[in-house]
Nanobody, 115 residues
Framework: QVQLVETGGGLVQPGGSLRLSCRAT????????MTWYRQAPSASRELVAA???????TYADSVKGRFTISRDSAGDTTYLQMSNLKPADTAVYYC?????????WGRGTQVAVSA
């Protein structure tokens, strides 16, 4: 069992930055991949960034060069550093933990980019 809690969301002006954190508790040693998803109002949920055990990362084209995903050495916290934020980044951001036979979702954190 894994529990995930996202923090760091909030209201920011265009061009600003935020750092999201996802704290995992439970059997974190069995997680082989962490992913950030987001869902904007009236939109489908989309993959933002992912990091696999070993450090391989994947990014959506829309955030390349602006967002960076990382995971601490203990594996219990995954970060999403977001810079040069745009109104299109407004969404609820979710972190997702993948194990071999299970997937866990956090409750999400709201990011709003607006002047």
């Amino acid at each position: 069992q894994v529990q995930l809690v996202e923090t760091g969301g909030g209201l920011v002006q265009p061009g600003g930055s935020l750092r999201l954190s996802c704290r995992a508790t439970g059997y974190v040693s069995a997680i082989y991949k962490m992913t950030w998803y987001r869902q904007a109002p009236s939109a489908s949920r989309e993959l933002v960034a992912a990091i696999a055990r070993g450090g391989t990362t994947t990014y959506a084209d829309s955030v390349k060069g602006r967002f960076t995903i990382s995971r601490d050495s203990a594996g219990d916290t995954t970060y999403l550093q977001m810079s040069n934020l745009k109104p299109a980044d407004t969404a609820v951001y979710y972190c997702v933990a993948d194990q071999l036979a299970a997937q866990y979702w956090g409750r999400g954190t709201q990011v709003a980019v607006s002047a």
